[in-house]
């Protein structure tokens, strides 16, 4: 089979790692494929500093539409990020015939339909396995390994960023600043580090394996979404006093309301194998009604462990290029015509546990306070903390985690608390989930 020919738009952190692995490993990448893959062309913005990659072999360009309308490309990788240009050129690359592989999370969650609908009547494919979790395999294991499954939830730790910066702050005390810094240096954080550290990349990725999972539309725009940068050092210490961790969570999960979609910090059990999963590493729990939980752990940032995922699509394109276009694996795991309607479950309805920590006047009554608010709206209490007050503090911390109750709920509890003379300060509130099989 003569050579497949590819076109990489980038040459940073994804693109760089993908051709270093495509050149070391090309060899055994051939075996594998059937076929020799051959980089011919790159576009980048600064040529100057991609020459470092360039060989005999490879042309450079800064026009990234001259790579997308070359007539001897077969395949685009798009690993530049953001939506313009990206969206247009992945649209023009399957116009013009090829298939396209793409790390773009942020592009595939919010223009995802519309591309794969593109694609589909193309004929061609766009593949997406780097775009969730970095070098695990979690898009093809759900899409394919899980396929006789009726998936029930799924929670993962899908931002290796924000992971890498409550490890560093939890285990070498570091500052918040130079964590994300550390990460940034590292090649773990998006353009827009806010894009991590606020949940929204995150979010991305909860959004197409919600999609891939329960053969719906992306529906990014649903999302509840929450960082970690209301989070404080007392918080992580509170919650491991109790035998918890806190780890930034994507959940989503099928309800008789609704599909629950939602990003925020969650105490996890240090017991369960997820809470220990540190640094970059990323980890994602599947929940099928066949097979029980899965639990998929690996690399989630960084050149090499994408780049895996990145060459496995290419290696996937080319052995599937010649086959017939509906015999293959469907871009959202379900054939399109079947995609159903489910709405996304309403915040409020969602029902979980939670970890609320408060500041109040060390007097007679005010426990007294805060627990009748609770029992009135049905909320029981699992386990309390008072921490003794420093010498001359007339305040108080105290912690307490609730057994499960419904979102509304707990916001109505902590709407009367805060109106406590006793109280001082809000209440913090973060998500407890058990992960229970
Ligand atoms: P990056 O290091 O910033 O690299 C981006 C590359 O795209 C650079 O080579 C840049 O060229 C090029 N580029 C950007 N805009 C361009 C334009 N308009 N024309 C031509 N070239 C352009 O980014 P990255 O970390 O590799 O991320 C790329 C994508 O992969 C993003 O969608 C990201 O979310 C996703 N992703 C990243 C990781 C990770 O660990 N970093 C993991 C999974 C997925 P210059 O260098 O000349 O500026
Ligand atoms: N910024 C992303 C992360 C890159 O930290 O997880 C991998 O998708």
């Not at 040529?47 to 997308?68: E, I, S």
């Not at 794969?116 to 979790?133: D, K, L, P």
């Amino acid at each position: 089979m003569k050579p497949i020919q590819v076109g990489l738009l980038g040459l940073g952190t994804v693109g760089g790692g993908t051709l270093t692995v495509l050149r070391r490993n090309a060899a055994e990448i051939k075996r594998r494929a059937g076929c020799e893959i051959r980089v011919v062309m790159a576009a980048v913005r600064d040529l100057q500093r991609a020459q470092a990659h360039a060989g005999d072999d490879m042309q450079l360009t800064d026009d990234p539409f001259a790579v997308v309308n070359h007539p001897d490309i077969d395949i685009v990788v798009e690993a530049m990020g953001g939506e313009s240009p990206a969206r247009a050129l992945i649209l023009e690359a399957i116009a013009n015939g090829k298939h396209v592989v793409t790390a773009n999370k942020a592009l595939i969650a919010r223009h995802g339909t519309e591309i794969f609908a593109a694609a589909q009547q193309r004929g061609v494919m766009v593949a997406f396995e780097a775009a969730v979790g970095g070098g695990i395999p979690i898009i093809k294991a759900i899409r394919e390994g899980l396929t006789a499954n009726r998936i029930e939830w799924i929670a993962g730790i899908i931002n290796g960023t924000t992971n890498f910066i409550l490890t560093r702050m939890r285990d070498e005390g570091s500052s918040f600043a130079d964590a994300l810094k550390l990460a940034q240096e590292l090649g773990y954080a998006e353009a827009d580090p806010s894009f991590d550290v606020e949940g929204v990349d995150a979010a991305h990725k909860l959004t197409i394996l919600s999609a891939i999972a329960f053969g719906i539309p992306m529906q990014f725009d649903h999302a509840h979404i929450e960082g970690i940068t209301r989070l404080t050092q007392d918080d992580v210490r509170y919650a491991g006093r109790l035998g918890y961790r806190v780890k930034l969570l994507g959940i989503t999960r099928r309800t008789a309301g609704g599909i629950e979609l939602r990003v925020h910090p969650a105490l996890i059990p240090e017991r369960r194998l997820i809470a220990n999963v540190d640094g970059s590493m990323n980890a994602i729990l599947v929940k099928g009604d066949a097979v029980g939980v899965t639990l998929h752990y690996g690399a989630g940032a960084g050149a090499e462990p994408t780049a895996s995922s990145v060459v496995a699509d290419l290696v996937d394109v080319a052995r599937m290029m010649t086959s017939d276009p509906h015999s293959r694996v469907p871009h959202l795991a379900f054939q399109p015509e079947t995609l159903s309607s489910e709405p996304i479950l309403p915040m409020g309805e969602v029902r979980t546990c939670y970890y609320l920590r408060m500041r109040a006047r060390d007097e007679a009554g005010v426990l007294a306070d805060v627990t009748r608010i609770l029992a009135d709206l049905g909320i029981s209490i699992e386990a309390m903390i008072q921490q003794e007050p420093a010498s001359g503090d007339p305040l108080v911390d105290i912690v307490m985690l609730t057994h499960q109750c419904s979102e509304k709920h707990i916001d109505a509890a902590i709407d009367r608390m805060e109106a406590l003379p006793s109280l001082t300060g809000g209440v913090m509130r973060i998500r407890l989930e058990h992960l229970a099989g």
